[in-house]
């Protein structure tokens, strides 16, 4: 399987169209990949608080309906990263979509935990609450997103629920990208299969992006690591890896709690 992670630029003074459509751009060059990852919040900005609601999109708006055409023209699995999502009684969610490669949607994941310590996120989104494995024709992909990266129970939880590949997409800042990396081998060492973490590049309100997206095997080998700026991570991967390690290396059976 080939997988091509898209480590996208924010630009907090492009307008919306204009980063869309740069966004639509980079997916199309895709050409060859089985699937496509795109990093969080990159048509609303990570940490640009104040655009949130002016920018969030329904499931059922225009970015969804972009995407869709997008991942149908490739032909590729695509997961759009996130976005903030507007709900009908008006809250809001850091919300990722999977489409098929026909461009339908087949999963979605609403970011569980919110940074913030009480500021952002927790003040401006609702939570989500379910635990997602997207089935789809490239493999299982268990759902999760930036700062769940610090929850390991997240990721046992998608393991028992038959996770193959664990996708990351990240608004992560420079300042602590140190943590990123050894949190995003950690989670594929302990729990015995791929990470794909995928982080941006640029500024998000002021705040200066870390990049370093990267794919890590079940084993906690770094096959690819992208630097600081955009960038696009192209990768083959062996998913028949994830079973053939936890044979052995047989960890996972060996739980007590």
Known sequence: MRVAAVQYAFDEN????????RMLTLVAAQSGADLVVLPELWPNGGFTYERWRET????????IQQLQDAASALGSVLHAGSFVEL??????????????????LT???????????GEGEPTLMTAGREIVVAKTAVGALGLTTCYDLRFPELYRQLVDAGAELVVVP???????????SVLARARAIENQMFVVAVNT????????????SVVIDPRGQVLAEAGESQEVLTVDIDLDQVSQWRRDFPVLPDRRL
Not at 14 to 21: A, G, I, L, M, T
Not at 56 to 63: F, R, T
Not at 170 to 180: N, V
């Open 170 to 180: 990240a608004a992560w800042p420079h300042s602590r990208i140190d943590h990123w």
């Open 107 to 117: 999963a979605l994941y609403r970011k569980i935990h919110l940074f913030g310590f």
């Open 56 to 63: 969030a999109q329904p499931l059922d708006g225009s970015l």
């Open 201 to 212: 590049a640029g500024t998000h309100g002021g705040k200066r992006m870390g990049g370093h």
């Open 87 to 104: 709900h009908p009684d008006g809250a809001l969610t850091n919300t990722s979509v999977v489409l098929d490669a026909s461009g339908v």
């Open 14 to 21: 492009e307008p919306w169209d204009q980063c869309v459509d």
